[in-house]
């Protein structure tokens, strides 16, 4: 994809299936168990069998390979599989991946997937550990010395900023998090179902990384989630209405690092989002206006504002009060705050929910959406939306 003209990809695939696992703290087995628990629910779904898969695309942080995971599914011959860096920025890029090959021709049936015990197993929260010496890692040794160690404390370096540039209270991030639970409170399958919060609970939760408080931070997870992407006219003799992806992108910003790019001239923004957002709206020829729910990766409520800033729907240090004032339905499964921390995967399922008018928290008359993956990292979004 170019950013300076609109591409040809959007309307040529679709989302036909998805699936997942429970989402626990202790799953109690193996991340590959996970991961084809998670694809055979999508196939099933999707009313297709491993035998109609010819393709695999994961992150490359997951542990379960494809060849792997085609074997314990079942799968016979692969004609595309592929991974996706940056942790959770490659969360809708992963389906791009997929898009891609099933427009090509390159595969015809294209299985997306994730699956961790990042709760019971590695806990992204507990920060670096140990690092050996990288080209990748070089920018870590800037900050690292100085006690930023986790993802919490690099996001607080930039929340502070955002706060100051625009005379705010660390009450603008609660908006967030009072959003997510609420919805995620009515989800079923929501960790945090049957418990919504206030903006007294934000401001009574403890400290993490000031202004970063533990509610402004998502949740650590055990599960797995999985997608079915295919041509749209495949799609359409599926059992389940298809959600056409109608534009899918990737960003990343001029000098970009993950999650540390303090050098920049303005920290209140996602300069990585933004280009996201600039693809996808001249693809898909829609507009902020033109969305019906919006699922924004929510790793840290600060981001989320920013996020809602880049995509143009208000204005600079505007997203408190847009979100406080709920003028777009967001996150309606309760995020990765509310719902489950599954690297942004369980966004875009709930996303298709909405399309298909089968979410717990519908929107009524839903028919386009957008999704987003991990900030401060290179991203990704797409922009779904339902068949005619």
Not at 25 to 47: F, I, M, N, Q, T
Not at 240 to 254: L, S, Y
Not at 279 to 294: K, Y
Not at 348 to 370: K, S
Request: glycine fraction near 12%; hydrophobic fraction near 45%.
């Amino acid at each position: 994809m170019s950013l300076r003209t609109r591409d040809t990809l959007g309307g040529r695939a679709a989302i036909a299936g998805i699936g997942a696992t429970e989402f626990s703290k202790d799953s109690g087995r193996s991340e590959l168990r996970l991961a084809v628990e998670a694809v055979r629910a999508a196939l099933d779904d999707a009313g297709l069998t491993p035998a109609d898969v010819d393709g695999l695309v994961t992150f490359t942080m997951d542990t379960s390979p494809e060849i792997t995971v085609a074997q314990a599914c079942g799968m016979g011959e692969l004609s595309f599989f592929s991974r996706v860096h940056y942790g959770g920025g490659a969360a809708c890029a992963t389906v791009q991946q997929a898009a891609l090959a099933v427009a090509t021709g390159v595969a015809e049936v294209v299985v997306c997937y994730r699956a961790f015990n990042e709760r019971s197993g590695r806990r992204f929260g507990a920060g670096v550990q140990h690092r050996e010496p990288s080209a990748e890692g070089a920018a870590l040794g800037w900050v690292l010395p100085f006690g930023l160690l986790t993802p919490a404390s690099w996001v607080a370096m930039a929340a502070q900023r955002y706060l100051h540039a625009y005379g705010l209270t660390p009450e603008a991030f609660g908006h967030v998090a009072v959003v997510d639970r609420g919805y995620a409170a009515t989800n079923p399958a929501a960790w945090f179902h049957g418990r919504p919060i206030t903006l007294a609970d934000h401001a009574a939760s403890r400290w993490i990384a000031e202004p970063l408080r533990l509610l402004d931070c998502c949740q650590e997870t055990d599960g797995g989630q999985a997608v079915v992407v295919t041509s749209l006219e495949r799609a359409r003799d599926l059992p389940r209405p298809p959600a056409v992806i109608a534009a899918a992108a990737q960003g990343a910003g001029r000098a970009q690092e993950q999650m540390t790019g303090f050098h920049r001239d303005d920290l209140t923004g996602l300069p990585e989002m933004g280009a996201v957002a600039r693809q996808l709206w001249r693809t898909s020829g829609l507009g902020p206006d033109e969305i019906d729910v919006g699922i924004l990766y929510d790793h840290f409520t600060p981001f989320v504002l920013m996020q809602l800033e880049e995509f143009g729907f208000c204005g600079k240090g505007e997203a408190a009060d847009f979100t406080a004032e709920r003028r777009l339905p967001l996150n309606t499964h309760g995020g990765q705050l509310g719902e489950a921390y599954l690297h942004g995967m369980n966004g875009i399922a709930e996303a298709v929910r909405q399309l298909r008018g089968t979410a717990v928290n519908q929107i009524p008359g839903a028919a386009r959406t957008l999704v987003t993956a991990g900030t401060g990292v290179p991203t990704s979004g797409l922009v779904l939306t339902s068949d005619g």
